[in-house]
């Protein structure tokens, strides 16, 4: 009886096996069939865990450039090319990232659409850089992502210093913030952007009256919630993402905590507001860039994005812009070697979706729109947007 | 002081959930001296399943509010009650007679199976609970409190007192102590030490599954992955309380709540800033520690370390 049920298992194992090296090698037949190049280009995200709404939003915007270009027929030197997107997933972890970053460098990449996390982007800049392939991330915003002098490093979200300064400005300015208490999540971006809201709250004149901690894991926050009511501030700023700042906007209501909520792009999102329901009113959070339907693009964009994938979370336009920009330097190269495009993508400047993108020398995206958010009726609804003048790094 | 309260308050909430989940835990190492890593697993599908349930009830319309938490709650209860039954026999049963550490494995590779299996149902993004409950809070001497949390703390501490009465004042009970001293004894004095171990995880789960939809109704929010935090630090509270003890492991579940509500909260002024309140969820495992190299049967443990 049980070595029946082996043998079935086994020949059902064996088939399986058959069946997918059968596949696997119909995958790999158009890299020699016809005149046709294959160009492999990565993108990383968190694909699996908290954050693998946000992480597929970044796969789908860079596919969508990407089978975008292939329709149209991108041709390099005379060569007709095929762009493949190999998608991985860094689960937000920065030893993940590394990972992986060396999995698509071995792959051979042409270049790398990621990561999403600056905690993760970081770590990873050091493997592309070694291996001298271009990375663009569509939502690292930290400023040390782009200040460690490698020049395969680009980005096309504006970093934290342009929104950290933003934000602490407008936290005072605009919403009466005289007592000002700081939670951070202690990741790279979390930490980053409330790092710099601080110092921006203290040079406008703020009082900073707690600096609390928690986890990108966490859920429960009404221990330090109670010990922030005890210092009884204006306006509670978070620096993380969504999974963390719903939850936190219920406990303050349950605690009774009558500071406004202001937060970062993090929890700028349309699963913020599924989160926290009601609790979500009349919390204010930024985003990078301009909304999108001010984006030049965006209306445009957000038909063809919808119509594929559904509701954009928040950096799709990004990722669609990254991997376009990408796209872009290896025409004006004519080639899909990093060596000889990566030189172009200085140089490059077209109409995204999100604006005009072009990189500084150090790899930013040139410009900076910030533009600040209220949940009003359960939808975000504009506030204003802050040019913060040129890009921070020049 | 209105402070010192609150962060009572919240601990009392969490540690409500984390003794419920703990018991689960306890039960089944105090008769099979088994660590259920899957529990966790177990409160996060209890949760996921009452969401569901909701989601498909509540737009219809035709039912009441009340009526469609009902359903969700017996719903959970009733998949993780058969999940519970599935898991011990499928997994634990045939292992039985092994080697301790085979069936701790197996345990943590239920854990990862349910998991994924949770991922692949409901998806990688957080689910929210629906909002059916009006959440109301009452303030007394500067502590607020919401009926949500109320609910929670009255609820656990009935189940608890429940379970008090079935093992300590019912046949069933008497079957299970009987089992958990020598299953082969109780086999002789005609007790069916399989249907008691099953019972066990069937109560663990119908515990576990209401704990799972506190915690996602409290937080407003469920994900695949939530079993695997409130698993671990509910274990630690079993162990704190004294593994295999069913009132230490109430008594240890309300004392790691508080004890992490008051660290997270006074961490920061204590050590002048040295330490913050991100240091939150390491209290449940510096206790665990402190436990088990000061006093490793528990706080009301007693047969532990000898049996072990």
Known sequence: MYSRYLNRTLMAVMATVVVATACSKKDEAPKTAGSVMIVKIGQVSPLTGPQAHLGKDNDSGARLAIDEANARGVTLGGQKVKFVLLSEDDQADPKTATIVAQKLVDAQVKGVIGHLNSGASIPASKIYHDAGIPQISPSATAIKYTDQGFKTAFRTMTNDRQQGRVLGEFLVKKMGGKRVAIIDDRTAYGQGLADEVEKAVKAAGGELVAREYTSDKATDFSAILTSIKGKNPDVLFFGGMDPQGAPMAKQMQSLGLKAKFLGGDGLQTAEFLKLAGVAAEGVTASSPGLPIDSMPGGKTFRDKFTAKYGVIQTYAPYAYDAATAMITAMEKAGSAEPAKYLAELPKIRFAGVTGEIGFDAKGDVLGGAITLYRVKAGKWEVVETVMSGAAPNK | ?308
């Open chain 2, 1 to 308: 002081m209105d402070i010192f309260l609150q962060q009572i308050v919240n601990g009392l909430v969490l540690g409500s959930i984390y003794a419920l989940i703990a018991l689960g835990y306890t039960m089944v190492y105090g008769i099979l001296e088994l660590i259920n890593f899957a529990h966790g697993e177990v409160t996060m599908v209890g949760g996921m399943v009452c969401i569901a349930i909701l989601q498909v009830l509540l737009p219809a319309g035709s039912v009441p509010v009340v009526v469609a938490l009902a359903l969700g709650v017996g719903g959970a209860m009733l998949v993780c009650m058969f999940l519970g039954l599935a898991i011990e026999r499928v997994a634990y049963r045939p292992l039985r007679r092994a080697p301790r550490l085979t069936a701790l494995i197996t345990a943590i590779g239920v854990s990862i199976v349910l998991q994924n299996t949770a991922m692949l149902i409901w998806g990688k993004q957080y689910v929210s609970f629906p909002e059916v409950i009006e959440v109301t809070r009452y303030e007394f001497s500067g502590a607020h409190i919401t009926n949500v949390q109320i609910t929670i703390v009255l609820l656990a501490l009935l189940l608890m007192l429940a379970l008090l009465v079935l093992v300590y004042r019912t046949r069933l009970g008497r079957a299970m102590r009987a089992t958990a001293q020598s299953p082969d004894l109780a086999a002789l004095m005609g007790v069916n030490p399989n249907s008691v171990i099953a019972a066990t995880f069937v109560i663990g789960a119908a515990l576990a599954a209401i704990a799972g939809i506190m915690v996602s109704a409290y937080y407003g929010l469920a994900h695949y992955y939530m079993g695997f935090l409130l698993g671990l630090k509910a274990f630690s509270a079993a162990v704190l309380g004294g593994i295999g003890n069913v009132a230490g492991a109430m008594l240890g579940g309300m004392l790691l709540g508080i004890v992490e509500s008051l660290g997270a909260g006074y961490i920061g002024p204590l050590t002048g800033g040295f330490l913050g309140s991100h240091y939150q969820d390491v209290f449940a495992f510096f206790v665990l520690i402190l436990v088990l190299v000061f006093r490793p049967s528990g706080l009301l443990g007693e047969r532990v370390g000898e049996r072990a």
